[in-house]
């Protein structure tokens, strides 16, 4: 199937976006013990320019959640297929997400990594789509809000294609 697509947010764009999310998040965790949560596999890429950027020392851990539905929205039925390794108690977790659209996946994780009491959970998400949220659920970081589209590349896939993208596209219809 050949889609048609055309470039939303290029490199250059999203590196220096994904850099003040960094500098804002090392100012805010200054001084604490953070452990980056990545969700697969989605966030694998901007979770590694982000780390990098990070002035504040952390661990890396990441989850893997499974949605079943059409594919293209997530429903209501959630299962994770990996969980975290670390102990999160006590310590501040920011959990980075590729993108967030109804909210349903992400309000499933908190409310799962609540329980294990952490200090502090924050959500860091380089798009939020809050056009179609259906759960509460609110990003403490973001890198771009998005009205409306599918967007792919730069870890976002469309059934496994165009994750390693460097740029962000969004599909045209
Ligand atoms: P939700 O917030 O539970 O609806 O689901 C978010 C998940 O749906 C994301 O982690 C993505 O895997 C996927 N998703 C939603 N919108 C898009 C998109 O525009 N492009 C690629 N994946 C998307
Ligand atoms: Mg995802």
């Known amino acids: 199937m050949v889609l048609r697509k055309k470039v939303l947010y290029s490199k250059e764009v999203?590196?220096?976006?994904?850099?003040?999310?960094?500098?804002?998040?090392?100012r805010d965790l200054e001084?604490?013990?953070?452990?980056?949560?990545?969700?697969?596999?989605?966030?694998?890429?901007?979770?590694?320019?982000?780390?990098?950027?990070?002035?504040?020392?952390?661990?890396?851990d990441f989850t893997r959640l499974a949605s079943y539905g059409s594919g293209l929205v997530s429903s209501g039925s959630i299962t994770v297929t990996k969980d975290i390794e670390t102990d999160i108690e006590g310590k501040e977790v920011v959990v980075v997400e590729d993108i967030i659209d109804t909210g349903i996946t992400m309000a499933f994780l908190r409310e799962r990594l609540e329980k294990r009491r952490p200090a502090s959970?924050?959500?860091?998400?380089?798009?939020?789509?809050?056009?179609?949220?259906?759960a509460s659920?609110?990003?403490?970081?973001?890198?771009?809000?998005?009205?409306?589209?599918?967007?792919?590349?730069?870890?976002?896939?469309?059934?496994?294609?165009?994750?390693?993208?460097?740029?962000?596209?969004?599909?045209?219809?």
Do not use: W
């Not at 999203?14 to 090392?26: E, Y």
């Not at 604490?32 to 982000?50: H, P």
């Open 14 to 26: 999203i590196d220096q976006r994904v850099k003040d999310l960094a500098d804002v998040i090392s």
């Open 31 to 60: 001084g604490k013990e953070v452990v980056l949560v990545g969700v697969l596999n989605g966030a694998f890429i901007f979770m590694a320019d982000l780390a990098r950027y990070l002035k504040v020392p952390h661990s890396v």
């Open 121 to 134: 959970i924050r959500i860091c998400t380089l798009i939020d789509k809050k056009q179609r949220r259906e």
């Open 137 to 173: 659920i609110d990003a403490d970081y973001v890198g771009f809000d998005l009205d409306e589209g599918f967007i792919v590349g730069y870890g976002l896939d469309f059934d496994e294609r165009f994750r390693c993208l460097p740029d962000v596209y969004v599909i045209e219809e």
